[in-house]
């Protein structure tokens, strides 16, 4: 519900101040001042890991309006997981590589004054919902806002995320480019809504949203909002085929490729030999999994044009 006249609004900032060289840190501080120069009561939250920003943030919660994550997918992921099913909205100053939720909620990605523009708008409007995904694994669960993958990407973020050089999608890229030199296809075996079997792939993701990897078109229809998440195999592909293949991702054109099929689920199950699975960019969980959508979970403060990605009174599962 937007606020009403003449209460402040009151939001709380959990900043990751080591995203992208420190940049985080100096995004929270101006986006701080920004809001505080626009009449909102602003709590700003760092701690010195995420178990302890969690718990921050989930103390902070009876006294937030909002809850805005200063850094990238891993801090939102992290905040959104806290916020689930609360009602309580979340918000996004991008500071990251990647910065997939904030162009999923229409955040402009290289303007804080932007980004704090668009965060008031939202909130006058009052919060929009999306789904989440949910990964469940002996022992544990975790949500996701944008993309889980499994095989040749989740691997390549495992590379990528050990350089420290080059940053943005240069690292992606030239991390996809060292691991195909010894990657091959894995044999999955995957049952999505019931129906099982075995699959040979170069990777399998399960989308919630439609890009990763910092604007990665994997699956450009999906839509955080309709009850169901889009999933994605790409079959067996030669080292030539894939590099053929790969650019036309970040545009989305890879759909209809022979060995590209995507379908729409509401279940997941995956399972390989070493399968490490990803989501959001962060590393969630080792070996089998379960990949479920959870309809309307997530309050958000989306851009008023945020528009296919995230719109007012989507389908509920």
Same mark, same amino acid.
């Given at each position: 519900?937007?606020?009403?006249?003449?209460?402040?609004?009151?939001?709380?900032?959990?900043?990751?101040?080591?995203?992208?060289?420190?940049?985080?840190?100096?995004?929270?501080?101006? %986006?701080?001042?920004?809001?505080?120069?626009?009449?909102?009561?602003?709590?700003?939250?760092?701690?010195?890991?995420?178990?302890?920003?969690?718990?921050?943030?989930?103390?902070?919660?009876?006294?937030?309006?909002?809850?805005?994550?200063? !850094?990238?997918?891993?801090?939102?992921? *992290?905040?959104?997981?806290?916020?689930?099913?609360?009602?309580?909205? *979340? !918000?996004?100053?991008?500071?990251?590589?990647?910065?997939?939720?904030?162009?999923?909620?229409?955040?402009? /990605?290289?303007?804080?004054?932007?980004?704090?523009? %668009? *965060?008031?708008?939202?909130?006058?409007?009052?919060?929009?919902?999306?789904?989440?995904?949910?990964?469940?694994?002996?022992?544990?669960?975790?949500?996701?806002?944008?993309?889980?993958?499994? !095989?040749?990407?989740?691997?390549?973020?495992?590379?990528?995320?050990?350089?420290?050089?080059?940053?943005?999608?240069?690292?992606?890229?030239?991390?996809?480019?060292?691991?195909?030199?010894?990657?091959?296809?894995?044999?999955?075996?995957?049952?999505?809504?019931?129906?099982? !079997?075995?699959?040979?792939?170069?990777?399998?993701?399960?989308?919630?949203?439609?890009?990763?990897?910092?604007?990665? *078109?994997?699956?450009?229809?999906?839509?955080?909002?309709?009850?169901?998440?889009? /999933?994605?195999?790409?079959?067996?592909?030669?080292?030539? %085929?894939?590099?053929?293949?790969?650019?036309?991702?970040?545009?989305?054109?890879?759909?209809?490729?022979?060995?590209?099929?995507?379908?729409?689920?509401?279940?997941?199950?995956?399972?390989?030999?070493?399968?490490?699975?990803?989501?959001?960019?962060?590393?969630?969980?080792?070996?089998?999994?379960?990949?479920?959508?959870?309809?309307?979970?997530?309050?958000?403060?989306?851009?008023?044009?945020?528009?296919?990605?995230?719109?007012?009174?989507?389908?509920?599962?």
């Amino acid at each position: 519900m937007p606020l009403p006249e003449d209460s402040p609004a009151r939001i709380t900032l959990a900043v990751n101040p080591a995203a992208h060289a420190g940049l985080g840190d100096r995004r929270g501080r101006e %986006a701080a001042a920004a809001l505080r120069s626009r009449g909102v009561a602003v709590t700003e939250l760092r701690r010195g890991s995420a178990s302890e920003l969690a718990a921050a943030v989930a103390e902070a919660l009876p006294d937030s309006d909002a809850v805005v994550a200063v !850094g990238g997918d891993g801090v939102v992921n *992290l905040v959104a997981n806290v916020l689930a099913g609360t009602g309580v909205p *979340l !918000g996004v100053v991008p500071a990251g590589t990647g910065n997939d939720v904030a162009r999923l909620l229409g955040v402009p /990605l290289d303007s804080v004054a932007g980004a704090v523009e %668009a *965060l008031l708008a939202a909130l006058e409007a009052g919060p929009r919902h999306l789904d989440l995904g949910r990964i469940e694994w002996p022992g544990g669960q975790r949500h996701y806002v944008a993309v889980a993958s499994a !095989g040749f990407d989740a691997r390549v973020n495992e590379r990528a995320n050990a350089w420290r050089w080059p940053r943005g999608r240069a690292r992606y890229v030239l991390a996809v480019l060292r691991e195909l030199v010894s990657f091959r296809p894995i044999l999955f075996e995957l049952a999505a809504d019931g129906a099982a !079997g075995s699959r040979r792939a170069m990777l399998v993701s399960v989308a919630n949203g439609p890009s990763l990897g910092g604007g990665m *078109l994997v699956a450009p229809a999906a839509r955080a909002d309709d009850g169901a998440l889009d /999933l994605l195999v790409v079959g067996p592909l030669s080292v030539p %085929a894939f590099l053929e293949v790969f650019p036309k991702v970040f545009r989305g054109a890879h759909v209809g490729h022979p060995a590209v099929e995507l379908s729409t689920v509401r279940n997941v199950r995956l399972g390989a030999p070493g399968m490490v699975v990803y989501a959001d960019g962060e590393r969630v969980a080792a070996g089998a999994v379960d990949i479920s959508v959870v309809p309307r979970a997530l309050a958000v403060l989306a851009a008023p044009t945020a528009d296919p990605a995230v719109r007012p009174g989507g389908r509920a599962g």
